[in-house]
């Protein structure tokens, strides 16, 4: 599963999906990652919000996430323990 998306667009806060920008989104990251273009593709989800702009600068840090290994978006409370991996994920945002 791939999380594409951010925008930067100064004084739009219309939270309506402009299918349009998701198309960009998704067209610029093909270009950087070609094998996003393979077949089968599936659009979970659009997801719009409105963040204001960060002061102090860019967020950069790493948390360790613990989350299901399965192919599952809500794992079964049994499964919870026995079946899950340890993520490092990166947050780095606020460029601007």
């Keep these: 599963m791939v999380l594409l998306g951010g925008t930067f667009q100064i004084n739009n806060w219309d939270t309506s999906i402009d299918i349009q920008t998701a198309r960009g989104i998704l067209a610029r990251a093909q270009e950087l990652v070609p094998e996003l273009a393979d077949p089968p593709l599936r659009i979970h989800a659009h997801n719009v919000g409105l963040r204001p702009a960060r002061e102090g600068g860019p967020r950069v840090e790493v948390q360790f996430v613990v989350a299901p290994s399965k192919d599952t978006l809500v794992p ?8 899950t991996k340890t ?8 460029f601007g």
């Design 76 to 83: 079964k409370p049994s499964e919870a323990s026995a079946d």
């Design 87 to 94: 993520t490092l994920v990166v947050h780095a945002y606020g």
